[in-house]
């Protein structure tokens, strides 16, 4: 039969902690080492909260450990007693100027030398109201730090972060702004107080970032930072806001966010921008490089002019508003594995971008795109296979164009109606 080890918790040291104290009744000093022991242990194991609570049973053991309780009196120390002079020994002289300034120093600075310091003095009289004023500060010095400790450690975002394309549902590209981009319309947002929202600063735990902001109230905006395949670090996306019965959707923060942004500092918009010859910031919508990332779920988009849909029922098929597609040779559009990657809102157009390849194993590099393009007056158009046999394209949306790169292979554009591949993606 084979056992198992109980690890050792914070539990642990607090509950031996009680034991020892009740020992320390009959055996005060072994008891007030394991008191010292065990509190030390806990407060490294156990974090902050636990380490303030430990101070008591620490600073217990220590007196233990270091009282010497009052001396056993015989006839002859008794009669030597009443012989002897009165003087005070030097080292029941209270501490001088000097060192109660160097004490009280690092009693703030360093916690635990300030409630030994403090310990020390509550054993003489003399230095009595020294060690109990050392002990206070010590104790401040411990609040201090903890307080330190429980504050957001606010972290600088990486920049490929920043630069990736926010997303506010899974795979659908209808924001068009990156996280650094829509950082700055926070900035520039103006609240019904005339106020704008407060940012404190970020922190990070894995690939998942916040930002700590004041918007009339505390609260945060978590970013998940879609690093897997084939997201290749490109996009990321936003949680809903709050939660519970106050949850707002991150797509409808993100549009109050904007709506409160002045007139003159709006992002303009695609067309405005494209219209325009003379240079300007980057807009809304300007260019933002994404990778490629399933939309929702994949399989279906609910788009402007039409919804479409790829069936999973053995080999895959597309279909539109519930009807198969085929290509220019009349055939179905089918294939093992089949994806809806993006999805663009033009102004005329619903663009779609498909990826699929075979069921088999050596199927990592024969996969294929396709551009999808449903427009305003029912038309639908599906242009030719292309690609480089992998998944890790990247998408740009540029100006209203939709270029998806394959690095030095080439790339395919898609502008307006007509499409652009470079000859080295065609099969």
């Not at 040291?13 to 394991?34: H, L």
């Amino acid at each position: 039969e084979t056992g198992s080890i109980t690890p050792i918790t914070p539990g642990s040291f607090t509950a031996i902690s009680d034991i020892f104290g009740a020992i320390a009744f009959a055996k005060p000093k072994g008891a007030g080492i394991g008191l010292i022991v065990c509190s030390l242990g806990g407060m490294v194991l156990g974090g902050t909260i636990v380490a303030i609570v430990l101070v008591l049973s620490l600073v217990g053991g220590l007196l233990a450990v270091f009282d010497k309780g009052a001396p056993k009196a015989t006839p002859a120390a008794g009669a030597a007693e009443a012989a002897a002079p009165a003087a005070a020994p030097s080292q029941n002289k209270p501490w001088g100027t000097g060192r109660m300034v160097f004490y009280s120093i690092f009693s703030v600075l360093i916690p635990i030398a300030g409630l030994g310091a403090g310990i020390q003095g509550l054993l003489s009289d003399a230095k009595r109201k020294q060690g109990a004023l050392l002990l206070i500060l010590g104790v401040i010095g411990a609040v201090i730090y903890a307080f330190l400790a429980m504050r957001p450690q606010y972290v600088q975002p990486d920049d490929r972060f920043l630069k990736s394309e926010l997303m506010v549902r899974p795979g659908i590209s209808e924001v068009g702004l990156s996280v650094g981009q829509f950082v700055q319309v926070l900035e520039k947002a103006v609240m019904d107080n005339g106020k704008s929202p407060q940012l404190k600063g970020w922190t990070k735990e894995e690939n998942e970032y916040t930002l700590h902001l004041v918007m009339k109230q505390p609260f945060e905006l978590k970013f998940t930072h879609l690093l897997q395949p084939p997201i290749a670090g490109q996009a990321s996306l936003l949680a809903p806001i709050q939660s519970g019965l106050e949850q707002v959707p991150a797509l409808q923060f993100v549009m109050s966010v904007v709506a409160m942004v002045p007139e003159q500092s709006k992002p303009r918009p695609q067309a405005q921008q494209a219209a325009s010859a003379a240079p300007a910031a980057p807009s809304a919508a300007a260019a933002q490089q994404t990778a490629v990332a399933p939309a929702m779920d994949g399989k279906e988009i609910k788009a402007r002019y039409g919804v479409v849909k790829i069936t999973d029922d053995g080999v895959r098929k597309l279909m539109i508003d519930g009807k198969a597609i085929t290509d220019s040779k009349g055939n179905p559009v089918e294939d093992d594995h089949m994806q809806l990657v993006r999805h663009f809102a033009l102004p005329d157009m619903d663009v779609i971008v498909i990826y699929s390849n075979c069921g088999g194993t050596a199927c990592a590099e024969t996969g294929r795109y396709r551009y999808l393009i449903l427009n305003s007056s029912g038309q639908r158009s599906l242009s030719a296979e292309f690609g480089d046999g992998r998944d890790n394209a990247t998408i740009e949306n540029d100006a209203g164009k939709i270029v998806i790169g394959f690095g030095a292979k080439g790339m395919a554009i898609l502008d307006g109606g007509n499409i652009r591949i470079s000859k080295e993606l065609l099969p």
